[in-house]
């Protein structure tokens, strides 16, 4: 059973707002990563990280910035919310090849 | 640089009819590949994985999925649909040593009854 959880699951949030997408993890597990989907399409990472103190951007541009104080604990953060970063968020941890996800957080900005 | 092409973007099947769903790789090396499902609103939940070992992969929920080199597939199967069945599924490969996951466009597995 993979423990990797996302908060909050559905977040609706008027356009200018500072929002902080949590996703926290108990295997501990160095590799997180945060993957961003729209609706009926497939999912791009935006953000990965290797460890404490390690993040780099993914293959997908994203205004989104990401921390990794902790191990367990990978947020993601958006400065200033618009409506095209409606999307659904997914966050992702792994040990080796396997990486389990979060349940995700489905964000609309209105 | 590695890439997947899920052929197919809706597949639909009667229940108890075979499933086949549809994964072409591209990768410079050799591969790890996955199948996931995942079902409205959900995140995704791992099926299978093929790293290297045997060339068929059997998985959770009675799905399996066969590597073929000399094809570039991994196509996923079950010999007989259930209603439970219909969700998204998503084909992927792993890059390197970071194991970021790059995925296909997603197949929607439709089940009728």
């Known amino acids: 059973e993979a423990d990797i959880y996302q908060t909050p699951r559905y977040l609706v949030i008027g356009t200018g707002k500072k929002i902080t997408l949590e996703c926290s993890q108990t295997?501990?597990?160095?590799?997180m990563y945060w993957y961003q989907q729209d609706p009926g399409m497939e999912l791009h990472l935006i953000h990965y990280?290797?460890?404490?103190?390690?993040?780099e951007k993914g293959d997908l541009s994203s205004e989104s910035t990401v921390s990794r104080i902790r191990t367990e604990h990978f947020p993601l953060t958006l400065e200033s919310a618009r409506p095209s970063h409606t999307s659904q968020y997914l966050c992702?941890?792994?040990?080796?090849?396997?990486?389990?996800f979060g349940q995700g957080t489905r964000l609309t900005v209105v | 640089a590695q890439s997947v092409t899920q052929l197919g973007s809706h597949v639909s099947v009667s229940e108890g009819a075979l499933v086949l769903l549809r994964c072409n790789y591209s990768?410079?090396?050799?591969?790890?590949l996955f199948w996931y499902v995942q079902y409205p609103n959900q995140g995704l939940q791992l099926l299978l994985k093929?790293?290297?070992?045997?060339?068929l992969v059997k998985g959770i929920n009675g799905f399996e999925a066969e590597f073929k080199k000399s094809e570039t597939s991994f196509h996923l199967t079950k010999p007989s649909a259930h209603m439970s069945d219909a969700a998204e599924y998503f084909c992927?490969?792993?890059?390197?040593?970071?194991?970021?996951?790059?995925f296909g466009s997603g197949t929607r597995l439709l089940v009728r009854p």
């Open positions: 093929y790293t290297s070992a045997a060339t």
């Open positions: 992927a490969v792993s890059v390197g040593s970071s194991y970021k996951l790059i």
């Open positions: 990280s290797y460890g404490v103190n390690s993040t």
């Open positions: 990768s410079s090396v050799p591969p790890y």
């Open positions: 295997m501990g597990h160095d590799k």
């Open positions: 992702a941890s792994s040990e080796s090849s396997l990486a389990f």
